[in-house]
């Protein structure tokens, strides 16, 4: 008998319908996994199981859990099962924790909320849960406050959490998308270690197709709210059906068509670039730290380039990208642009700003609300010595819209209107529109679902031929710079530890930190990729 | 109720759409009405009232409401509608005056120090904060009265003061979030300064949160001038004010309590009326708070 | 956390330090002689040079602001002019009643906000909620000197609860002082009830909707469980200050709700001063009440500490 059971779910907020006859079933000791792009209802299928629904959410259907029906279960029922029953994980570890109370006492209560138990024998048995989840008690003493954690640490201790009471289900919904891809390879492999050990059925969220089928059993697609796909991984790939899913998966595996060869002559030049920042002093007495976020960086860019930069959080890739486009004076070495420094004297150089731009990861934060699109994508004009008006603006305005796939009539429309992929579109607008030669592209795609996500690299690759652009093309995400990029530098603690052709150091990586990143990445299976090319 | 959200998002969809969304929100609409009334009252006073609040008519002295005198009269026998039409007019522009010194103030400090975040100059901004802070505004008030003597202007100043620490934190707290923004940073590459920054991208996007803490601040300043004129440091007579009326109600308490019932009543109702106006703006603004406070 | 509370502690005197600047010169900018202003325009020349020499007026400016500061620091401070007694025993008699009471106000206040807010944000929605959330607006907008002045004719002219005004002395004994004080408290408490529990609904709305207590609930608590748990100690923080600033203001408000009762506390001495223009003892009692208001502010700062463990490293 399946452990979990969820057959013609359906889920109404309101008036509007978030699920729609949603069936999937979770055996002991199986990974299920479930994909879907964002407003799939992936996540509210999970928070239907566990029955923690907004407010005016009328649930229909069925949904078993170890033999108990917890659509018509009473509330005091559902406390008994969560945590007991059903653990769950999810996706933002730094504020899934209550930051004012310590990390064994929020185990503990797990343990304590469903067992007769003294207060001590909670605290054993938070101590156990959390040497379980790899945190170990010379580093990790139950006296620990969240803030004092990782990331990655503070979701060990939200799975410690949820498996305290060895339930026989557990939930995570994208449980790594917010952690660096080693962190994330290490969850993966702890959460696959529990599963094997306490035999527990494990039903895994995710956007990431490679993520999920990597690891699952099964497989579950979802789109608007509907399963339109199941089936057992990895066979499943080699006979999708629905057309959403066949869709899905080129996208993951998409590689956009790149034709331009770079010349041999560097755009831009930077040479031993040091960063540094001064740090509040740690007491009253000690002088103000400082702290090198970039330590003597040198790479060359060639014209009609698309160079990739690599790296976890916190390794100085922003810093370095502050620093190239002229926001942040550097405390060592020079960086170059066609020959002319970044910084000329104390200021930026206007005349090289102009000939670079920038995108940003956020499209929602990427645009001032209040200004039309007109006005936004016009701003870098500011950098001009003489600004265009009238028709010549209008013209350019349109060229810029247009060249991106959009209508010069979407001027007139406020960035609230505009859907995250657009809203990246328009991105690239403001970026072209000044006819830069460098587009900066930081985290450009990360945000945006993996179909959006293939179109812009598209859009990227076809600018690029179209009006001779380099790229430095900033992420954290292997997979897509080695789509896009002709070279790659992998950068670790403010360092360039590796840089070469993008395809040589994927294939044959020889500093251990990248083969360590290319390792923990995570890929399709073969049968997936085969798939996909094959389509 | 005096620290707003700062982090709260601007706003989205066109100024006509929210003027529709506004008129259908009930807390909006009672505050405008409750505003406007007395906003009216105070004009309508500069050309009309049902008496003459200077002339004395002792004859009439202490009458309780009737046909006549809806309100009744006072001990001087002048009649307390008209009175509290006039006395609108202090309050209002007390509160009004006070919120612009605030803002006029404050808005640019605060943006001032946003934009130097962790400089000397915010450390500075900040502290001087603090410090008005300390005092709590009566308090500046008491003193600025005892150095230059009580009148209406003198409240203003002593109301306006306490009101640039509260302007400049919003603003700053406000800006600070918006500072985070990648639309600022496209600016930056865009080669604009922080003084432009600040105008062009910062201010537009604080307006919401300082129209409401406005509205807020008036009706504290309504609060406030009641009370100074009540002890005899806001106007002086014979300018009629609701706190001055209440202060001369008081010995008459036993036998005329129309007399302290009607000024304390406005007092009530225009604070009222503005506290839901920007309980209805706020809504308004930030959906995603409304009915949390 | 040791770090911290040094900071604020120096924060702390530098406030003091400034304030008392700023009271001193406001005084000095007054045009003309002080004494000559304190006396008004028919003052012989021996009492005005003998009130100068009192005042200190002879030294430099300089002098006369170091021996001012000095003198409180040892509780000196000064003779009041009019009452030809020392302002500080003036002051600490006062003392006595305007502090009760604001202690008095503020805790009638707390126990009227936290049960109502707690109440108002576990039912969001609810006619309770509503209801908290209507009583509370009418709260906020009420003049507290107006409300004071319907509570007298309510309770002390028609029931004869309570006295109209006036003040026993402790001396009389501790239920009959506490009793002249009620209604002043409650007429002070009621605004500031209505605000916090307002700030302690929204407080607490702001935190049931935070991840942590969706893990909590995941964990197996009731929403009650959660609430109590988790949400409540992290909504503090808000509420600490927001009492913190209540509490200056209740020392300060009530200088205008004693004049309703007739309480002889620091307000009075403080209108009486202006109008006598002593204005020694108005400089005073200014000093003294931002005092009060400085030590709350760091009483706050140091509770903000043991609530939220993320501060005690800063």
């Known amino acids: 008998m399946s452990l979990l059971e969820v057959g013609g779910l359906s889920l109404k907020i309101g008036r509007k319908t978030i699920l729609r006859d949603v069936s999937l079933s979770v055996a002991p000791g199986q990974i299920v996994g479930v994909i879907g792009e964002s407003g799939s209802g992936k996540s509210m299928t999970a928070f239907s199981v566990m029955q923690l629904l907004p407010e005016g959410s009328v649930c229909s259907g069925q949904v078993t859990l170890s033999g108990h029906d917890m659509l018509s279960l009473p509330e005091a029922a559902l406390c008994e099962l969560r945590g007991n029953e059903v653990g769950m994980v999810f996706q933002e570890p730094m504020t899934a924790l209550n930051p004012i109370r310590t990390i064994g006492d929020q185990v503990a209560e797990t343990v304590l909320i469903h067992e007769k138990v003294s207060r001590s024998e909670a605290l054993a048995r938070a101590r156990e849960a959390l040497d379980r989840v790899e945190l170990p008690a010379d580093r990790f003493p139950l006296s620990r406050y969240p803030h004092e954690l990782s990331g990655g640490q503070r979701q060990r201790v939200v799975i410690a959490m949820a498996i305290a009471l060895r339930p026989a289900l557990l939930i995570a919904d994208e449980p790594t998308t917010a952690l660096d891809v080693t962190t994330q390879a290490q969850i993966l492999a702890l959460l696959k270690r529990l599963v094997r050990e306490d035999g527990m059925g494990l039903l895994m969220i995710s956007h990431d197709l490679a993520v999920v089928a990597d690891m699952a059993d099964e497989i579950v697609i979802m789109k608007d709210g509907e399963v339109v796909e199941r089936g057992a991984c990895p066979a499943i790939f080699s006979a999708l059906k629905h057309p959403y899913s066949i869709s899905l998966l080129e996208a993951s595996t998409h590689a956009p068509d790149r034709s331009v060869q770079p010349v041999d002559d560097a755009l831009l030049r930077v040479r031993d670039v040091v960063r540094t920042y001064t740090v509040p002093r740690k007491s009253l007495l000690s002088a103000p730290g400082k702290v090198a976020a970039v330590k003597g960086v040198s790479f060359d860019l060639k014209r009609g380039e698309s160079l990739g930069l690599v790296g976890e959080s916190g390794c100085g890739k922003s810093t370095l990208t502050r620093a190239i486009l002229g926001l942040e004076e550097v405390q060592g070495g020079e960086i170059l642009f066609d020959g002319q420094p970044v910084f000329d004297g104390h200021r930026a150089n206007r005349a090289v700003r102009r000939r670079m731009q920038v995108v940003f990861q956020d499209p929602y934060g990427s645009f001032n609300p209040r200004h039309r699109v007109d006005r936004l994508v016009c701003e870098p004009f500011h950098l001009l010595d003489r600004l265009p008006t009238g028709t010549e603006r209008e013209a350019a305005i349109a060229e810029a819209l247009t060249s991106v796939g959009l209508s010069p009539d979407d001027k007139y429309r406020y960035i609230h209107e505009f859907s995250g992929g657009q809203r990246q579109r328009i991105a690239i607008a403001r970026a072209l529109i000044i006819k830069p030669d460098l587009i900066l592209l930081d985290e450009a795609v990360s945000a945006l679902d993996v179909q959006v996500r293939a179109q812009i690299l598209d859009l990227l690759a076809d600018l690029g031929a179209r009006f001779g652009l380099s790229y430095l093309f900033i992420s954290h995400d292997l997979s897509v710079v080695r789509v896009i990029t002709d070279r790659v530098m992998v950068m670790k603690a403010g360092e360039i530890v590796e840089q070469g052709e993008t395809e040589e150091v994927f294939t044959n990586p020889r500093h251990p930190y990248t083969q360590q990143l290319i390792a923990a990445a995570p890929e399709l299976p073969a049968m997936a990729r085969k798939a996909a090319s094959d389509t | ?293 | 956390m040791l770090l911290y509370i040094l900071k604020r502690l120096i924060s702390l005197v530098v406030s003091l330090a400034v304030a008392s600047v700023v009271i001193f010169l406001s005084i000095e900018i007054l045009p003309g002689d002080p004494a000559a202003f304190m006396l008004g325009v028919n003052a012989q020349e021996d009492t005005l040079a003998a009130l100068r020499d009192q005042l200190g007026l002879n030294g430099s400016l300089w002098e006369r602001y170091l021996s001012w500061v000095g003198g409180m620091l040892s509780g000196d401070f000064g003779m009041s002019y009019t009452y030809r007694t020392p302002v500080a025993g003036m002051i600490a008699d006062r003392m006595w009643i305007s502090l009760p009471l604001a202690i008095y106000a503020l805790t009638l206040s707390t126990l009227i906000a936290f049960p109502a807010g707690i109440w108002a944000a576990s039912r969001r929605g609810s006619a309770v909620d509503v209801g908290v959330m209507g009583v509370t607006q009418l709260g906020v907008a009420i003049p507290n000197f107006w409300f004071a002045m319907l509570m007298v004719v309510v309770f002390a002219i028609n029931l004869r609860w309570f006295s109209a005004g006036g003040f026993p002395g402790w001396d009389k004994g501790f239920w009959v002082s506490m009793k002249a004080l009620t209604l002043p408290a409650i007429a002070l408490a009621l605004p500031q009830a209505s605000i916090l529990a307002r700030v302690m609904r929204s407080a607490l709305l702001d935190t049931l909707s935070e991840d942590f207590v969706r893990t909590a609930r995941a964990k197996g608590l009731s929403k009650r469980q959660a609430l109590w748990r988790h949400a409540l100690r992290n909504a503090l923080i808000p509420v600490l200050t927001i009492i913190g600033l209540q509490f200056s203001f209740l020392l300060a408000g009530g200088i205008i709700i004693e004049n309703v009762f007739y309480l002889p506390g620091l307000g009075r001495l403080i209108f009486q001063s202006i109008s006598a223009r002593d204005l020694i003892v108005v400089e005073s009692v200014v000093m003294l009440l931002v005092f009060a208001v400085v030590l709350v502010n760091f009483a706050v700062e140091v509770a903000y500490a043991v609530v939220d463990p993320r501060l005690r490293r800063r």
């Open chain 2, 1 to 293: 109720m005096t620290d707003l959200r700062a982090d709260s998002l601007p706003p989205e969809g066109a100024p006509v759409r929210l003027w529709h969304r506004a008129l259908r929100s009930r807390n909006f609409v009672i505050g405008a009405v409750l505003t406007l009334v007395f906003v009216l009252a105070a004009l309508v006073s500069f050309v009309w009232t049902p008496f003459d609040v200077t002339g004395l008519d002792i004859a009439n002295k202490i009458k309780p409401p009737s046909a006549r005198n809806p309100l009744g009269t006072d001990h001087f026998g002048r009649d307390i509608l008209s009175m509290i039409m006039v006395g609108a007019r202090v309050s209002i522009a007390v509160a009004v005056v006070a919120v612009g010194i605030g803002m006029s103030f404050g808005v640019p400090l605060g943006l001032w120090a946003a934009a130097r975040k962790g400089s000397l100059l915010d450390e500075v901004i900040m502290r001087g904060n603090d410090l008005v802070f300390a005092f709590p505004s009566l308090v500046i008030a008491i003193m600025i009265t005892a150095i230059f003597g009580a009148s209406a202007v003198n409240a203003i100043i002593a109301i306006g003061i306490f009101n640039i620490p509260v302007f400049a934190r919003l603003t700053r707290s406000g800006a600070l979030s918006l500072w985070q923004r990648d639309y600022i940073l496209a600016a930056r590459v865009a080669g604009k300064g922080s003084a432009r920054i600040s105008v062009e991208h910062i201010l537009p996007n604080v307006t919401n949160l300082l129209i409401v803490q406005g509205t807020i601040q008036f009706s504290l300043g309504i609060l406030a001038e009641a009370g100074l004129s009540y002890v005899g440091l806001g106007a002086q007579p014979p300018t009629p004010s609701w706190g001055r009326m209440l202060a001369e109600s008081q010995t008459m308490i036993s036998f005329a309590p129309h007399m302290a019932l009607f000024p304390g009543l406005a007092i009530l109702l225009t604070v009222l009326g503005l506290n839901l106006m920007g309980d209805g703006l706020r809504d308004l603004f930030d959906p995603k708070l409304r009915g949390r406070s």
